[in-house]
C-alpha cells in the first residue's frame, strides 16, 4: 500500500515482501492551471516542466556529467534514465518518469536529488502558481507497485522551479524525503549550482 507523505516527511523504501529495492521508478506529474482570457487574447504558451535527476556523492553534486535531464538522458553508469522530454504536462498520471537501478549505482552515490523547473520561466513569465496537482511518486520498477506519493499543496507563485525529493543511502539502505522545496531558479544549470 502506498505511503502519502507530508512535506519533511522520511520513509524507508523496501519491497512489499520486506526485501531490498533494486529498481525504482520515479514519476513526477503536473497540470497546467486552467487560465481565462479575454476573447481576442493570445492563446498562453503551455507550461513546459523539465524534469532532472542530480547524482551526489557525499551529499554533493560534484560534476555535470552527474545531471540526468532531457538533454542528458541516461546517466554515464547506466543506472539513472530519464524516460524523455514531456512539453505540456498533458493527460493524466505521470507526466515524466525517471528510472534508478539501485543494484548497478556505483557506490561513491550515495544521494539522488528530483527536481522540476519550468523551461524559460522568466522568459515565458511563468511560475508554478500555474501549475496544479504537482506530485512526485516512488514505484518498485519491476512490480509496478507504489510505495510512497508526495503532493504538493502550497502556494508557489512566483517560484519557478521545485526540488520534489531525494532518493540517499543512509546506513546502508535507501530511503526517500519529501523535500518540496521552491526556488527561483532559472534553469537545470542554476538548480545544479545550489546542489554543489
Known amino acids: 500500500m502506498s505511503v502519502n507523505l507530508q512535506k519533511g516527511q522520511k520513509v524507508e523504501l523496501r519491497k512489499s515482501d520486506g526485501g531490498s529495492l533494486r529498481r525504482v521508478m520515479v514519476g513526477l506529474g503536473w497540470d497546467e492551471v486552467k487560465q481565462t482570457r479575454g476573447f481576442f487574447a493570445p492563446k498562453p504558451q503551455d507550461i513546459d516542466c523539465d524534469a532532472s535527476a542530480f547524482l551526489c556523492m ?3 553534486l560534484t560534476s555535470n556529467q552527474d545531471v540526468v535531464y532531457f538533454g542528458n538522458l541516461r546517466h554515464g553508469s547506466g ?12 493527460g493524466e498520471g505521470d507526466d515524466e518518469q525517471i528510472l534508478v537501478d539501485l ?3 556505483p557506490g561513491q552515490y550515495d544521494k539522488i536529488v528530483f ?4 523551461y524559460q520561466a522568466a ?6 502558481g500555474m501549475i496544479q496537482n504537482a506530485f512526485i511518486r516512488i514505484c518498485d520498477a519491476e512490480t509496478s507497485q507504489e510505495l510512497c506519493r508526495y503532493n504538493l499543496s502550497e502556494n508557489y507563485d512566483g517560484m519557478t522551479a521545485m526540488i520534489f525529493g531525494e532518493l540517499y543511502l543512509y546506513k546502508g539502505q535507501w530511503k526517500f524525503n ?7 531558479d532559472n534553469s537545470i544549470s542554476e538548480l545544479a549550482d545550489k546542489m554543489r
Open 79 to 90: 543506472a539513472v534514465a530519464h524516460m524523455g522530454d514531456n512539453l505540456t504536462g498533458a
Open 58 to 60: 557525499g551529499g554533493r
Open 123 to 128: 522568459q515565458r513569465r511563468q511560475h508554478f
Open 103 to 105: 543494484s548497478v549505482l
Open 115 to 118: 527536481a522540476v523547473n519550468i
Open 178 to 184: 519529501a523535500i518540496g522545496q521552491p526556488t527561483r
